[in-house]
């Protein structure tokens, strides 16, 4: 007899399995619960490991805070915020690890990161060009998937950003096709006047340009008329310093000048370029920012000298300042004011996230504090209102803002702001800031870039020998047992399909070491599916007929499969437990895949294999016995 619930289960399985796996990403937002899934660039969408994909190796040493010995506690701490930290910020599933000389206390900390988390450009370009004409640019260059951001609505300041921003080679390719649109250019104006007053007469056009020919046969030359000429520079050297501030080769630029020089009287010259500076972050830079800070966020009181004398009779200016410069000083410069430490501190905060300044929209990071953290938050804005005091607000020492109050700020919400934040730099500060402050400071010792070829092309390998095998398996399957292999083989389809959809979900990153368990996992349904095969094929010759041979065979199988596949279990949970203690993550990798697999597998073994069985027996073709054993049609007991 059909279950049809057991139907109608089974089907919703499947297709959720289906959907799960058509997109490479899913993203969505679920009674305020984020769920996003996925990786664009992978097969299926699913996590691939850093022997996989390639990524980067980060190794840091711990350095003690205020002296202190380090300890394992610490380490510990360090490992799981870090931790916390780059899983926020979307790299892959990183791996974290202790490591050490295996004496006393291991004091570094190996980093993982699957993968190249898209760059960001901060870039600041010539007066003129907007964000519009960039954006119109990129298009043409064939990065129409970037994006333009204006940044702090200030004139020619813009951030890039965009998944085809991934190393250095891309950013460089990115800048040579700005280069191209806005090159550097000169703006040479000569004088219809010789230094003796003498009228002279003005370098044509022609003169111009055989004279830049000389130095740079590419360079195009425009006449803006009255003796004004614009020679725009092609494929010129530009050289960027460590802050890439882009500049032209001076030897160069000194040539182009007297080669100007030398056919008229030069009354004025200047260099202009499209890109004048740019700066990157994100990606591995970012996550290298995210993790080698230690985000100790402080609140002081600073402590003004005050507006009025003891007496409140006057304003007290010292240093012959007036009135209005005092009032301004008195909190700026350090010799008129005092910070005082105070109890509130980053440990009070329960969230912290990036956010915008209502009405000039300004990144900022809005932090939440939890109770006594409010009430501390409360008093000391109150105190800051009263003395006409500032609140400084520093992150790792280095002073972010300094804000007044008018009166105490009640609520436990605030923000916090600083000169140089945008829209990455909100986000990073906002990760560290709610995954807790380090408890070690981290010098990083070894930075190195893991090339994925190897891993993709033994991945690709895996798969084939796989697929072969697997198909190698069915086509016995299906021969030898009949109907019992083709039930078996639509069982390992639904088995491969959920397990698939399950590492997306969970998400398990799935590695070399993870892909050979997958392998073993489907070794483990097929074995399975073989007893129940086995098992029903006894019944049949013992006299049953087919529908109670089904069930006395999955009854008859589930003893063996069920201590066989628990045994498995038991050792992958021993497994993936030493390899926490030990920290060795290919060992835990494996365990927890082989893991899963097996579950998985005595699912669909007694559910979906059970399933298809008595759907198939149900119909004509499938209630014949030579179909369930067909080299084996003698009944126990028969007569020759």
């Not at 520093?394 to 609520?411: N, V």
Request: hydrophobic residues 40%; contains cysteine; negative net charge.
């Amino acid at each position: 007899m059909i279950n049809f619930r057991t139907l109608i289960f089974t089907s919703l399985i499947f297709i959720f399995s289906i959907l799960i796996l058509s997109f490479n990403t899913i993203s969505f937002n679920l009674l305020g619960i984020d769920f996003d899934r996925g990786d664009s660039e992978s097969i299926f969408g699913l996590t691939l490991g850093l022997d996989l994909k390639g990524g980067t190796h980060l190794v840091y040493e711990a350095i003690p805070n205020k002296g202190r010995d380090i300890s394992n506690e610490d380490m510990e701490g360090a490992r799981k915020i870090l931790e916390r930290r780059v899983n926020s910020f979307g790299i892959s599933e990183s791996s974290v690890q202790i490591v050490g000389s295996g004496s006393g206390v291991n004091n570094k900390l190996l980093v993982q990161l699957p993968g190249l988390s898209d760059l960001n450009i901060n870039i600041t370009v010539a007066s003129g060009i907007t964000g519009e004409n960039l954006q119109d640019t990129l298009n043409e260059s064939g990065y129409s998937n970037i994006e333009v951001e204006e940044i702090d609505l200030v004139e020619g300041r813009f951030l890039l950003s965009g998944p085809k921003l991934k190393n250095n080679n891309e950013l460089s390719n990115l800048i040579n096709a700005l280069d191209k649109k806005y090159p550097f250019s000169f703006l040479i104006a000569f004088s219809s006047q010789s230094e003796d007053g003498e009228e002279t007469d003005v370098p044509s056009l022609d003169k111009v340009v055989e004279s830049v020919s000389k130095v740079d046969e590419n360079s195009a030359v425009e006449d803006l008329s009255q003796g004004i000429y614009r020679v725009t520079l092609k494929d010129f050297d530009i050289t960027s310093d460590e802050k890439n501030l882009r500049s032209l080769d001076q030897d160069k630029v000194q040539t182009f000048i007297e080669s100007f020089d030398s056919i008229g009287d030069i009354f004025q010259v200047s260099i202009s370029g499209g890109i004048s500076n740019w700066k990157v972050s994100g990606g591995v830079e970012e996550a290298k920012k995210l993790i080698g800070e230690t985000a100790q966020l402080e609140f002081k009181e600073r402590d003004c000298l005050p507006v009025e004398n003891e007496n409140n009779e006057e304003i007290w200016p010292p240093d012959n300042l007036s009135v209005e410069e005092w009032i301004q000083a008195r909190c700026i410069f350090p010799n008129y004011y005092e910070d005082k430490a105070v109890a509130l501190s980053g440990e009070d905060l329960i969230d912290a996230f990036p956010d915008v300044q209502p009405g000039i929209a300004r990144p900022v990071v809005t932090i939440i504090f939890d109770d006594d953290g409010a009430d501390e938050f409360y008093d000391l804005t109150s105190k800051v209102a009263k003395n006409q005091d500032l609140l400084a607000i520093f992150l790792d020492g280095e002073q972010l803002i300094a804000p007044s109050a008018s009166s105490g700020i009640s609520g436990g919400r605030a923000f916090i702001q600083g000169p140089t934040f945008d829209s990455q730099s909100v986000k990073t500060i906002s990760i560290q800031l709610k995954s807790g402050a380090l408890p070690v400071g981290l010098n990083l010792i070894q930075e190195r870039n893991v090339d994925a070829s190897l891993g993709s092309d033994s991945l690709s390998k895996s798969l084939f020998a796989g697929s072969l095998g697997l198909l190698l398996v069915l086509l016995f399957m299906i021969s030898y047992y009949r109907i019992p292999g083709v039930v078996a083989s639509l069982s390992l389809i639904f088995y491969s399909l959920l397990l698939l959809a399950v590492f997306k979900i969970i998400p398990i990153t799935l590695t070399l070491s993870g892909a050979a368990a997958v392998i073993l996992s489907i070794g483990v349904a097929v074995d399975a599916n073989i007893l129940i095969s086995e098992r029903t094929k006894e019944e049949l010759r013992g006299g049953r007929n087919i529908f109670s041979s089904i069930s006395e065979g999955f009854s008859r199988a589930w003893p063996s499969i069920r201590d066989s596949n628990v045994s498995t279990i038991i050792i992958c949970v021993v497994l993936y437990w030493f390899g926490d203690r030990f920290t060795t993550s290919v060992i835990q990798g494996f365990a927890l895949t082989l893991g899963i697999g097996v579950l998985i597998s005595m699912f669909t073994a007694f559910t979906v294999s059970r399933l298809f069985m008595r759907l198939i027996s149900s119909t004509p073709i499938g209630n014949k016995d030579n179909l369930y054993d067909p080299l084996g049609s003698r009944k126990v007991g028969s007569n020759d």
